[in-house]
């Protein structure tokens, strides 16, 4: 009887504690992002953007989404910027080996 | 008289080697049957050596559920990766052999290779590594991003101490019942850790009257393939009791995506963590230290190769030894005995009760949320902390009700803080009976 009003008090001890350890790691990443966003609130501030603002400056799990895929296709479409004229030069080099009989298949056999 | 001569010579001749002959086959029958039982001797020696003569019917039981557990694992893929080297284990360790001949084999033989691998388990090397792995394959920003999960991961602890009162009430010694109920976790490493510094045979825990040291008992077998088992069992003990405790309105519930997590955060989590939570609970330092080295490896984003190893070829090793030992411990006269089938109740009694713990927890929480932050409770079913196969029921549940309803990401939150909250719980327990 002893030993289980002891451990009765282990457990509300220990059940307190462990919820007490959460709850505090869970009031540090609460208030952790607000912690951070401060710097990028004081520059967005300064650049004079509306959103400094925002009580949530943190981008949504959507957002995010949006945002790479624009940079995906973005850079997936990237190529070197071009003149758009298209000019047709005429090559100076006028033979050609594409039908030469030399390299045919079809030589006499040399005996 | 010639004739008379050579007729005698001839008999006597005949009488000399009919002696000779006799008395050689009369040696040879000697020798025969000398040898033959020489060979008899050595048969029967050899004979006493084998597993047919040292064979028990506890031996039988033990490989029966050995090859179960196999067979579990191979034909319905439950925790293949710690069923099929816990069950090759137990054959192991019940092969049946003389146990007075110094052998040196069996695992509890001093000097024996499975003494010397099973020595990590008794000294609670192999959980921290294990841990190690785990902190460095484990994404934190689902926890991150809605931290109000972490206290789901604490309220799954319920099991834990209403099965260490379970077993208070049943006779164990206080050390005995805090290594028991453990298994309320749901976290294998962390029962294997309590169980080696609390109940691992060796450990004294008072004085007869005649003032003889009384021993704990050493329930390590008994305790780790009782949560792995479980474990191994999640989906089918959990989904019966989340769906009990949730309406179907709850299950349908839809939560908000999470937001995107910096780097920065998920760099800061593992250092603020552990400096939290070892603050708080000292004792469990090798647990939540390794847990959150292995993290911050990961999350650095510096130390790649380091996080490489963790994750993958050290946390395979331990996990070969450290099914393996487990299993092999579970030697049929030690495993087979009263206890074992109390703590195997108390076990499922345990993790039914963490289970409803969470589920209930998060519908509490509910009340005090505002509709749009509100939290299906199947996912409280998670904070038992079975990574990941308690989210992923919680996702199947999930979508049973609707398939377009997603949950496993949201799982994974309280699912991560229940390995946190039960090395938490863990620690504390070895403070108080340690």
């Known amino acids: 009887m002893e030993q289980l009003s002891y451990g009765i008090l282990i457990s509300i001890v220990g059940y307190s504690v462990t919820l007490l350890t959460l709850a505090l790691l869970y009031y540090a990443f609460r208030y952790l992002p607000k912690l951070l966003h401060l710097q990028i609130r004081r520059r967005l501030q300064k650049l004079g953007h509306h959103v400094a603002h925002n009580e949530d400056l943190s981008v949504k799990g959507d957002e995010a989404a949006a945002i790479a895929m624009a940079l995906h296709l973005y850079f997936n479409e990237l190529h070197d910027e071009e003149s758009t004229r298209i000019t047709i030069r005429k090559i100076p080099k006028t033979y050609s080996p594409w039908s030469s009989k030399i390299f045919g298949m079809r030589h006499p056999i040399r005996r | ?434």
Request: glycine share 12%.
């Open chain 2, 1 to 434: 008289m010639k004739k008379a001569g050579v007729i005698f010579f001839v008999i006597a001749l005949l009488a000399t080697l009919h002696g000779l002959i006799a008395r050689s086959d009369q040696q040879q029958a000697d020798v025969q049957s000398e040898t033959t039982h020489q060979v008899s001797e050595a048969v029967g020696t050899f004979f006493h050596y084998t597993g047919f003569a040292n064979f028990t019917a506890g031996h039988g039981i033990m490989i029966a559920v050995g090859l179960l557990f196999i067979f579990l694992a191979i034909k319905y893929e439950y925790e293949p990766l710690l069923l099929v080297p816990i069950g090759t284990g137990i054959i192991i360790g019940n092969i049946p052999f003389q146990a007075g001949a110094g052998l040196q084999i069996g695992i509890y033989e001093p000097g024996s290779v499975l003494n010397y691998l099973y020595y990590g388990v008794v000294k609670g090397i192999y959980p921290p590594l294990i841990f190690l792995g785990i902190g460095a394959m484990t994404d934190f920003s689902s926890l991150i991003s809605n931290p109000r999960l972490m206290l789901l991961g604490a309220a799954a602890q319920l099991g834990i101490f209403t099965t260490f009162l379970g077993a208070l009430i049943l006779g164990f010694h206080p050390a005995e019942a805090g290594a028991i109920g453990i298994i309320g976790g749901a976290d294998g490493p962390t029962a294997i850790f309590l169980a080696s510094r609390l109940a691992n045979g060796v450990r004294e825990i008072g004085q007869t009257v005649g003032g003889d040291p009384v021993y704990a008992r050493n329930l390590i077998g008994p305790i780790a393939i009782a949560a792995y088992s479980y474990m191994a069992l999640v989906p089918v003990i959990q989904p019966p009791i989340m769906r009990l405790l949730t309406t179907r309105r709850e299950r349908l519930m839809r939560m908000k995506p999470p937001r995107a997590v910096s780097r920065t955060e998920k760099m800061l989590f593992p250092i603020v963590g552990l400096i939290l939570t070892t603050f708080i609970s000292p004792s469990a330092l090798p647990l939540l230290g390794m847990l959150f080295f292995g993290n911050l490896l990961k999350e650095s984003g510096v130390t790649k190769r380091l996080a490489e190893t963790s994750r993958t070829a050290l946390i395979d090793i331990v996990t070969i030894i450290l099914g393996l030992t487990v299993g092999a411990s579970t030697q049929a006269d030690v495993f087979l005995t009263p206890q074992s089938v109390m703590i195997f109740a108390l076990g499922a009694f345990a993790f039914g009760v963490s289970t409803a713990g969470g589920v209930l927890f998060a519908k509490v929480m509910n009340l005090f949320l505002k509709p749009e932050d509100r939290i299906n409770p199947l996912i409280g079913a998670a904070g038992v902390s079975a990574v990941p196969d308690s989210a992923r029921v919680a996702q199947l549940e999930g979508l049973r009700e609707d398939p377009s309803n997603h949950l496993l990401m949201h799982a994974m939150a309280p699912n991560v803080a229940g390995v946190i909250g039960s090395a938490v719980v863990a620690g504390l327990l070895l403070s108080f009976l340690g």
